[in-house]
């Protein structure tokens, strides 16, 4: 994966190119008359030009577009800024910086200027396209809208959509809270939901400048996957995004959101991890006593003299791989203080459709990473089925059904995504070992729905995709991308004489979620009406397991679990 720093391209020619383009850029004040899509790669935006590249399936391609002004120095931790505007064409055919982070073995990633955006396009004439966009998982302290796993040209291409990724504050950098450090400033400033104000300020570029591109600013569709689900979760509650999208895709999410008391511990927590690093405190009697004695101009001088990498440092690890930061506050201005409580009274702010989802074995790839249980032993296998239970009820049905509690609430479309999972006989489309072991695991979906047809965690899970299960794999393929693009145009995934998508419908025993899956050759579509609680996962354990292995399984049921599940 190539990553390169933003390149502007001042040109002393720029007004001939634009007209060879087809385009003529006029200045307005500080921002510039959009061009319409005349299916070029020179695309004049609000704040300047940019020339993409030829991509695969036919589309084009723009990397690296800066939605927001680079948030350093002072900027740091503060809610974005619009972009200066540029003269000249900017080269977009490298993707920029992705944000800040920190991974194990491989060391720090990134760069804090890293608010940029992604378009991919079919290559033709139309325009009042569908807008596509996706957030990437990594449970908002790793990752980039650059990786292979999202790139855009099989939606583009193949569902005529104009489809976008975005890079933004991860982590420390872009969930922080100190009265310190952001008790003064705007209400936005003070939030420490700096993150959530990135993808918020994302979404107004692309309602601002998406119709340059030959996309309908009237129609956007959020989507995210893993933590890029727990974000779109909060921007279906935050009353800065209402009207910036149009439709809303959450794939793996959790209902899992903090105060801001519990923001601001784990700040103070950081900074005596920090002086004991430093080697001004000894131990952590002693960094309190330094602390408390610390006013606040020079815990806010201590904070923003350290580098990210500096200050990821002194942050634990989770499964190997993520930081253990708590993410998404209930600040009162950018998302409610009630949380997603709004989803039971009724009062999020963005009512929109909703596509909501997990995957059958949504445990079994944090189980493999954690390495507690072997796999393919029954204690992996039975503390994987009622982790992926927990999940299901946290990530779907508890959302789900305070959503249709409300009285003309908008149409919520639930799936369980089962490919990979053993059927009732124990068998799996997956080769050898690999559908006890790993089954339709966190991650699995994505291939399917963005249409990448390629298992990017083969090196973690192992091999997956073979010659024998092709078939079914692409039909499956071709079925969740139909859904998709369906939803994203009309708010109803049902088109064409696909298999009927139901609603959730919260009369006992109806249908509630369609499932998703595929044999060898054909499709294998069913629905399910179950509706689950914690309490009816923990029925389930005591009603199916003995003592010893009863008392061990609920014992490990809860920690440690992906983000605080289930607490």
Not at 44 to 70: F, L
Not at 85 to 98: D, V
Request: charge should be positive.
């Amino acid at each position: 994966m190539r990553f390169a720093n933003r390149i502007i391209i001042f040109n002393f020619f720029a007004a001939i190119a634009l007209l060879a383009g087809g385009s003529l850029m006029a200045q307005s004040g500080n921002l510039l008359t959009l061009s319409s899509w005349n299916n070029r790669a020179i695309v004049n935006t609000a704040y300047g030009s940019v020339k993409g590249i030829s991509d695969k399936g036919n589309t084009w391609c723009w990397r690296g577009i800066p939605y927001a002004t680079p948030p350093v120095g002072s900027l740091r931790w503060k809610a974005p800024t619009d972009p200066a505007p540029w003269t000249g064409i900017r080269n977009a055919s490298k993707f920029a910086s992705p944000a800040s982070q920190l991974l194990p073995r491989l060391g720090p990633m990134g760069s804090e200027d890293c608010l940029h955006l992604n378009i991919w396009r079919p290559k033709n004439e139309e325009s009042r396209l569908p807008v596509y966009v996706f957030i990437h998982g990594g449970g908002n302290s790793i990752g980039t809208g650059n990786s292979r796993d999202y790139y855009g040209h099989a939606v583009a291409g193949e569902s005529k959509m104009v489809y976008v990724t975005v890079n933004f504050r991860l982590g420390v950098m872009g969930w922080f809270r100190h009265p310190a450090v952001t008790g003064s400033g705007t209400p936005e400033d003070q939030s420490g939901n700096f993150g959530t104000l990135d993808l918020i300020k994302a979404l107004q570029w692309i309602h601002k400048n998406i119709e340059a591109f030959g996309g309908d600013p009237g129609n956007v569709t959020i989507a995210g996957e893993s933590g890029g689900a727990f974000d779109v979760l909060s921007l279906l509650t935050s009353p800065l995004a209402k009207g910036l999208f149009h439709r809303a895709v959450c794939e793996s999410a959790i209902n899992m959101i903090y105060s801001t008391k519990q923001a601001e511990e784990q700040t103070v927590k950081l900074v005596k991890n920090l002086l004991i690093a430093d080697g001004k405190a000894t131990d952590d009697v002693n960094a309190d006593q330094i602390y408390r004695g610390m006013g606040d101009r020079e815990i806010d001088n201590y904070l923003r003299s350290k580098s990210p990498v500096e200050i990821m440092k002194r942050i634990p690890v989770i499964f190997g791989v993520m930081a253990e930061w708590r993410s998404i506050y209930t600040d009162g201005v950018v998302l409610p203080s009630k949380g997603y409580g709004v989803f039971a009274d009724g009062s999020w702010a963005n009512k929109v459709p909703l596509i909501i989802g997990v995957n059958k074995n949504e445990a079994t790839l944090f189980n493999l990473l954690l390495k507690k249980d072997a796999p393919g032993t029954r204690d992996y296998e039975l503390l994987s089925r009622y982790q992926s239970l927990l999940w299901r009820v946290c990530g779907l049905d508890t959302i789900a059904s305070a959503m249709v509690s409300n009285p003309g609430s908008p149409p919520v479309y639930a799936y369980r995504f089962d490919w990979g999972s053993p059927d009732d006989s124990g068998m799996s489309v997956l080769p050898k070992e690999m559908g006890a072991r790993m089954g339709a695991n966190h991650y699995a979906e994505i291939p399917f729905f963005l249409g990448m047809r390629k298992n990017q965690l083969a090196m973690i899970t192992g091999k997956t995709y073979t010659t024998k299960n092709l078939p079914g794999r692409e039909k499956l393929t071709k079925l969740s991308l139909s859904y998709l693009s369906n939803f994203a145009r009309t708010g109803n995934p049902n088109r064409n004489g696909l298999p009927n998508w139901e609603p959730w419908n919260p009369s006992h025993g109806a249908n509630k979620f369609i499932i998703l899956d595929a044999g060898f050759n054909d499709l294998r579509i069913s629905h399910g009406s179950e509706n689950l609680s914690v309490k009816m996962v923990i029925d389930l354990i005591k009603t199916e397991l003995q003592e010893p292995e009863q008392s061990n399984i609920l014992r490990k049921l809860y920690a440690p679990l992906p983000f605080g599940l289930g607490k």
